[in-house]
């Protein structure tokens, strides 16, 4: 026979519980169904508890002058089969007890009362939509690369970049760094030795940073320099092996100066004159003096403007017309006695050309079916992938070659 | 008189209500201005009994209404303006609407127009209950805060019931009073407080470092289980009562954003616009750099309140869905 | 912090905390005037005999007295108000000018009929009331040019003045909402024991479909407050006509549905708006609750002076209902020989001189300052956002 429990109902809105006062019907009598069976009190008023059903009654669970909670079980009902499946009461409702019992105990506060009208699952409760989603860590974005608002101000205030940041391992959501992860950092660098980097070494690591934000390839080529070394030899004053370099550079941009482009958007920004930059090493950095005009002057007329900028750049005297504005820079990495370098184009820039050190090796000579002493170095072009692609580098490093084997015509 | 603090079902705790209650007792005491005037509040002791027996014991001074929120709020401005100090029980939130323009015209652009304050206090029993519906359930208080010129207070808890009631009775400006249904009975305390934090100030309501949660009214007991719950991985999250929407404490607000990163706001009105919104802004344009994460919000869903318990329970923001919010929140 | 004792608070607005900075009326200017010579209390004693028993017509020597003045109101008002619809023409005001221009002798007859003490909620057409319940001529004046030194300093302006603390309610644009307001302040007196105080609202047809309307009469009915409710029918509510706006045969047939009395009233008369405004007045005062007044007459400007009003049936012009009270008036003190034409001539040469005074005066004051102005919309100033630190 069908136990119908008898649960304290919602007597009103915002009602939690109420006091039993009576109850009417003793354990054992009968019931009929709606009748009044227990009487109880609320803030509001006193009210009377209705039997589900007609029947006996099983069991008192509840006690007089004690309040129980919106649907807390206070005794149980017995009906037949017939009188259960008449009402309706032979479905959910008598496992309402045990749905609410299933909540987890003390989880909140607030959920109590309303449970046990809730037939769902509690785990279909789970599932949440905030109001507005927050943005996920893009997939990217993991580790040092993705910042916060807060970190980024920090850094700001102390007038770190990203790139200071590098070595911090992020302890932070997908590998973030956090806050705590930088201040961390922060005091361990306190108990290392500190110096101040010069002002040059400050200005070349920002122009540095902002032009590796760009995709930056390189490549190279040797060349034999002879005819170059015999024809500066030859020549008095003699022109720096870079300027040879520079005046190629020129005479093959002038062919198609887009290669020197910028890109912006999507848009080819073109030089308007083909300025070319060279470095000269002064103090704690590097200096980039610039020759205007390169593709239409030549070598012997670049050459004394060249060896007045060298000068100056050493002494660090460079006059404001000397500076900036260039398309392209030639750096001799061969004067520290290297053979092969990737130097990185100034932010400005699309290019930069650089040549090694030269060295004696055998060539073969295919006249002569031998092999005969040649002076070769190497010359690198680092290039802007965006704007070049390996074979547009290529054929503009190879046409710098090919002047570069008659250096009468610079 | 009957004592009003020691009702026979709860021998030694006060609810809610019963603050609720205890305070305009409080406020008739003190301030022969004071009156209060509203359906079903007089012999009867109102809907949810929050002027039980005060007909009785300030005879002439608890008045009945006709069903009139217009004029009920209407008349209230005239009394203030004649020196008196109106409570105006609004038999639920939901029906203030029909006495709006009272409120948002004449209240609040009073002292601006005239230079004389008007002193009303419009109680407003505000949020959802089981079994409530789309007509007893609603959360306006964002509606009255967009108004220039009122005070809009969302006690949460006993003891702010109690004095920020008396505060809003002697405050010379209207005062939405939004006092939430729930909380009436489910919330107890030991004793009424002997002194409060004023009106504007939040409140820290539980200290954290992981994620902070801005919430009010009966958001906050779902916010502080949820902290609970999480507290059991080892997460601290802090959680702010706001206590009063307008003003809104942002200080309090900011100062807890700058020392978690992370905050989401919990309120049980509606998404589009209001207090979460309002919180979000702040933060966003006056604390960005205090984030490590994109500030988050829950609001119920963007339908009128549903009736049945299953609906209404998964329409609003719980413990549950707060928990979860949070954990997504400080994986960001 | 301790709560706030209660038994200690001083009465709103009563020694102000410094915030309520509405400039005092200037009435120092118009003292010269006769229309305007004395206190609001003095021309009152004069009159409440006559508004006290007008059926019964004390001395005659008084009802002619009070005639003299309401309409010396009226003449000032309509000088003053088509003086404000020039200034509008010729570009000196900005927003709107709503004439009462027909509606004077209802408006100032209520307007005499409340003395010290009372309330008045006048609305957009009683320029005539609201002179004869004591509002100075320059706070008109001031309002509607914008004058930081007028009653609403530049945050309201033209007819939605008013200075509730003498009684005088500032009129929000929502019709129906005063009545209520009025109540409270009626309701406000009992409980404080002041006795022998009424209150009075104008209305006019369109305001009667509101649910405010409904609200606030019934309230006044359970409470049995002293409250006159004059409602002008002056047949159409901006353009919208009676039968748009209501299908009843008599608005005053409303008083019926409320438990309270009804008075029809000719608003084309000023005699008998004086009796009857003065018999409603009346018996409010004397404890029988509130009296719907419903005053006929025609509107006789547009709704405001941006409108040419042409949708106004000719066939009201034609009735006695389309007269101008005015000239009724007029007509009345000349046949019984209670003005000539010299005394005629006088008042209106007296009411231009006040008029282009106020007027002068007015124009010569300084416009609202936004760097000065407080933006702020609490009492409770330390409660304001947005307001910086310094200025809470």
């Known amino acids: ?410 | 008189m009957q004592d009003l603090l020691t009702p026979h079902t709860f021998p030694d705790l006060i609810t809610y209500l019963e603050a609720i209650r205890e305070a305009q007792k409080q406020a008739l005491e003190d301030d022969p201005r004071v009156y209060i005037y509203g359906q079903d509040i007089g012999n009867f002791g109102g809907a949810f009994k929050a002027t039980k027996n005060l007909a009785q014991s300030f005879p002439g001074r608890v008045l009945d209404s006709p069903i009139s929120e217009d004029a009920m709020v209407g008349s209230a401005i005239g009394a203030a303006l004649q020196g008196m100090r109106p409570i105006i029980e609004m038999q639920f939130a939901d029906f203030s609407t029909v006495g709006l323009n009272q409120i948002v015209n004449q209240a609040a652009t009073m002292f601006w127009r005239t230079g004389l304050p008007c002193p009303i206090t419009v109680r407003l029993p505000s949020g959802g209950t089981p079994g409530g519906g789309p007509f007893h359930s609603q959360n306006l208080e964002a509606i009255y805060a967009h108004y220039p010129g009122l005070v809009i207070l969302t006690p949460a808890t006993v003891e702010d019931a109690y004095s920020m009631l008396l505060e809003a009775v002697a405050l010379d400006d209207p005062v939405v009073f939004c006092e939430h249904k729930y909380l009436y009975y489910h919330l107890k305390a030991e004793s009424l407080p002997q002194e409060a934090l004023p009106v504007g100030k939040a409140r820290i309501a539980r200290t954290g470092r992981d994620a902070t949660v801005v919430t009010y009214s009966a958001m906050l007991h779902e916010a502080l289980a949820a902290a609970e719950e999480l507290s059991a991985d080892g997460w601290e999250i802090e959680v702010i009562d706001l206590r009063s929407i307008k003003p809104l404490d942002t200080d309090t607000v900011l100062a807890s954003v700058a020392r978690t990163g992370r905050v989401l706001a919990v309120g049980e009105a509606w998404p589009w616009g209001g207090v979460t919104a309002e919180v979000l802004a702040r933060i966003a344009t006056e604390g960005f750099n205090l984030l490590d994460a994109p500030p988050m919000r829950l609001n119920s869903k963007d339908t009128p309140v549903p009736f049945h318990p299953n609906l209404w329970g998964t329409h609003r923001p719980t413990a549950r869905t707060i928990a979860h919010a949070l954990r997504d929140l400080l994986r960001l | 912090m301790l709560f706030p004792t209660h038994t200690a608070k001083k009465t709103a607005g009563g020694d102000g905390e410094g915030v309520f900075s509405v400039p005092p009326s200037n009435l120092a200017l118009l003292s010269k005037n006769p229309c305007t010579q004395g206190t609001r209390l003095s021309k009152m004693s004069a009159m409440l005999q006559l508004a006290e028993a007008p059926r019964h017509l004390g001395k005659a020597s008084d009802f002619i007295q009070t005639y003299r003045q309401a309409f010396q109101w009226m003449l000032l008002a309509r000088v003053a108000e088509e003086k404000i619809a020039s200034l509008y023409r010729s570009g000196k005001i900005t927003g709107g000018v709503f004439l009462g221009k027909g509606q004077e002798a209802i408006s100032v007859a209520t307007g005499m009929a409340l003395q010290e003490g009372d309330i008045f909620a006048p609305l957009i057409r009683d320029q005539a009331g609201r002179l004869a319940f004591g509002e100075s001529l320059l706070d008109f004046t001031l309002t509607y040019l914008g004058a930081r030194s007028g009653p609403m300093r530049g945050r309201d302006g033209n007819v939605h003045r008013g200075r509730p603390q003498e009684g005088l309610l500032p009129m929000i644009s929502h019709l129906g909402a005063m009545v209520s307001v009025v109540n409270g302040m009626l309701l406000a007196h009992r409980f404080q024991g002041k006795t022998g105080t009424v209150g009075a609202a104008s209305l006019g047809d369109g305001a009667t479909s509101t649910g405010a309307f409904h609200e606030s009469l019934n309230q006044a009915a359970v409470e049995k407050l002293p409250l006159i409710l004059v409602v002008t029918n002056n047949q159409y509510a901006y353009s919208t006509p009676n039968d748009r706006q209501f299908a009843c045969k008599d608005l005053v047939d409303k008083a019926i549905g409320y438990g309270i009395r009804g008075h029809s009233v000719d608003g084309t008369d000023l005699t008998d708006c004086l009796q009857v405004i003065g018999e409603a007045v009346a018996d409010a005062r004397s404890g029988k609750g509130p009296q719907l007044v419903v005053a006929n007459n025609l509107r006789l400007a547009g709704h405001g002076e941006h409108d040419d009003s042409h949708y106004v049936s000719s066939h009201f012009k034609e009735l006695a209902l389309g007269r101008d009270c005015l000239e009724v008036a007029k007509e009345h003190l000349l046949k019984n020989d209670w003005a000539d034409a010299a005394q005629l001539e006088a008042w209106t040469r007296n009411c231009l001189g006040q008029v282009e005074e106020a007027v002068a005066y007015s124009l010569r004051e300084a416009s609202p300052d936004p760097a000065q102005e407080d933006w702020c919309a609490l009492a409770t100033r330390h409660l304001a956002e947005g307001l910086p630190v310094h200025v809470r």
Not at chain 1, 219 to 229: A, E
Not at chain 1, 316 to 324: N, S
Request: hydrophobic share 45%.
């Open chain 1, 1 to 410: 026979m069908p136990r119908i429990p008898i649960v304290m109902p919602q007597l009103g809105e915002s009602i939690a519980e109420a006091t039993i006062v009576a109850f009417n019907i003793a354990v054992g009598e009968q019931v009929e169904c709606d009748q009044d069976v227990i009487e109880v009190e609320t803030q509001k008023a006193v009210m009377g508890v209705t039997s589900p059903c007609s029947g006996r009654v099983l069991e008192w669970s509840a006690e007089v002058q004690r309040s129980y909670a919106v649907g807390e079980t206070l005794g149980f009902v017995e009906c037949s089969e017939e009188e259960a499946h008449r009402l309706g009461l032979d479905g959910v409702v008598a496992e309402a007890g045990a749905m609410r019992e299933s909540l987890p105990h003390g989880f909140s506060p607030l959920d109590a009362a309303a449970a046990h009208f809730m037939q769902v699952p509690s785990t279909s409760l789970g599932g949440v939509a905030p109001t507005l989603r927050g943005l996920p860590v893009p997939a990217h974005a993991s580790g040092a690369s993705f910042l916060s608002p807060r970190l980024k101000a920090r850094m700001a205030e102390l007038g770190l970049h990203a790139a200071d940041l590098a070595g911090i391992a992020g302890s932070g959501a997908a590998g973030r760094l956090t806050i705590e992860d930088f201040e961390k950092f922060l005091s361990q660098l306190d108990q290392q030795h500190l110096s101040q980097a010069s002002t040059m070494r400050v200005a070349v690591a920002d122009a540095m940073r902002r032009s590796w934000t760009r995709p930056i390839a390189t490549v190279g080529t040797p060349v034999v320099i002879d005819p170059l070394l015999a024809h500066r030899k030859a020549s008095d004053p003699k022109p720096g092996p870079a300027l040879y370099a520079l005046r190629a550079l020129a005479i093959a941009l002038g062919e198609n100066s887009a290669l020197a482009g910028r890109l912006i958007g999507d848009k080819i920004v073109h030089p308007r004159s083909i300025d070319l930059g060279f470095a000269v090493e002064a103090e704690d950095g590097v200096l980039v003096p610039v020759l205007r005009r390169a593709d239409v002057t030549p070598l012997k007329d670049l050459l004394v403007r060249y060896n007045e900028l060298v000068d100056l750049a050493r002494r660090r005297r460079l006059p404001a017309d000397a500076t900036g504005g260039s398309i392209a820079t030639v750096t001799n990495f061969g004067t520290f006695g290297l053979e092969w370098a990737t130097p990185i184009p100034l932010p400005e820039q699309t290019l930069v050309l650089g040549m090694g050190a030269g060295r004696v090796v055998p060539h073969w000579d295919a006249a002569t079916s031998q092999f005969l002493p040649a002076t070769e170095a190497h010359f690198t072009l680092s290039f802007d992938h965006r704007v070049l692609d390996g074979g547009g580098a290529g054929r503009l490093l190879t046409r710098i070659a090919q002047l570069l084997g008659n250096p009468a015509e610079l």
